[in-house]
């Protein structure tokens, strides 16, 4: 009997990474090739696979490095194949982004740091992280991660989703329907929001939403497209958010002329709260590439309807 050999073609940020690790776990009938147009399944970041993706004349199968898959949801890009992301690799990453600026906010320690450079000794008032409530948008892997994470300092982690329902042996306290995230955030005092990018999460983030927060945190580590910018500016000059954090944006990087860069009240970094480790991404390749070839499902399939 002939064995069918697959042809893997890698277009990452990191080529030569990816191909030690791969050739390492000696994968059955695997063969890696060079060009895509030889390739049946493609190990690819998704911004640099979408303007290539034509090449690949035979490719069966996608496996994303990132968790967003954005960049191949295109309306004029092929949807002929399968397509996986990597889940289950970013919560902890996530979690220590959030916390790390949370308790550095709470605490003052950037105040600390400054009055060292100025030898001033001057003590501030500061709050306890127990007790309050963090309202966490996306129960998924990476928000449930973050509630069992942050329940663990006495936060209060509230969810809101799709259903109003909790995911099973959630940490949530509570759990809100997307329609009724108003009522959540009221009573929030930090609010993360870790929704992919669909129709439906597209400018979430607007007016209505932020003037129900009450001077509360505002972390983005889902996707720029779900937040109004306009409405997130107004909602820092009224008091209803009194800092937020954003990792990630529309556009990318954002323009010099961007308002963000000169907001006191507004922390910029490079989308940089999670990143696709090699490591990681390929044990979670070599898994799903184990299933495809014995004919099973594949993990972390994409819904290029839902767009996640």
């Known amino acids: 009997m002939t064995t069918q050999k697959h042809r893997l073609a ?52 996608v496996q994303s490095t990132y968790a967003g898959i954005d960049a191949l949801l295109g309306h004029s890009l092929r949807k002929d194949y399968k397509l996986t992301n990597v889940k289950g690799i970013f919560g902890q990453q996530i979690s220590e982004y959030v916390l790390g600026y949370t308790i550095n906010y709470f605490r003052h320690f950037e105040l600390y740091k400054q009055q060292q450079q100025k030898r001033d000794w001057q003590p501030h008032s500061y709050q306890s992280l127990i007790g309050k409530r963090m309202v966490i948008f996306g129960t998924g892997a990476i928000g449930s991660h973050l509630a069992n994470t942050v329940k663990g300092l006495g936060i209060v982690p509230i969810g809101i989703n799709r259903t109003g329902i909790p995911p099973r042996q959630s940490a949530f306290s509570e759990t809100f329907h997307i329609n009724e ?10 609010i993360v929001n870790t929704l992919p990018n669909t129709p439906t999460t597209d400018g979430l983030f607007n007016e209505p939403l932020f003037s ?19 409405a997130l500016l107004r909602a820092l000059d009224k008091g209803h958010l009194v800092h937020a954090f954003l990792d990630v944006f529309i ?25 696709s480790f090699p490591e990681q991404v390929v044990e979670i390749f070599a898994e799903n590439y184990l299933r495809w070839r014995d004919g099973f499902q594949l993990q972390n399939l994409v819904d290029f309807d839902r767009g996640y």
Request: net charge negative; with cysteine.
């Open 10 to 61: 890698l277009v990452t940020d990191n080529n030569d990474r990816y191909l030690a690790l791969i050739e390492a776990k000696q994968l059955p009938d695997l063969e890696l090739v060079s060009t895509l147009s030889e390739a049946n399944i493609v190990l690819a970041a998704p911004p640099k696979l979408a303007p290539d993706l034509d090449m690949a004349d035979q490719l069966q199968w």
């Open 181 to 190: 995230a108003e009522k959540a955030l009221q009573s929030a005092e930090i």
């Open 251 to 275: 556009n990318e990087p954002i323009s010099q002329e961007c308002p963000y860069w000169h907001n006191p009240n507004v922390t910029v970094t490079p989308h940089i709260a999670a990143i």
């Open 212 to 230: 129900a927060c009450r001077h509360a945190l505002f972390f983005n580590v889902g996707r720029g497209q779900t937040v109004d910018s306009n």
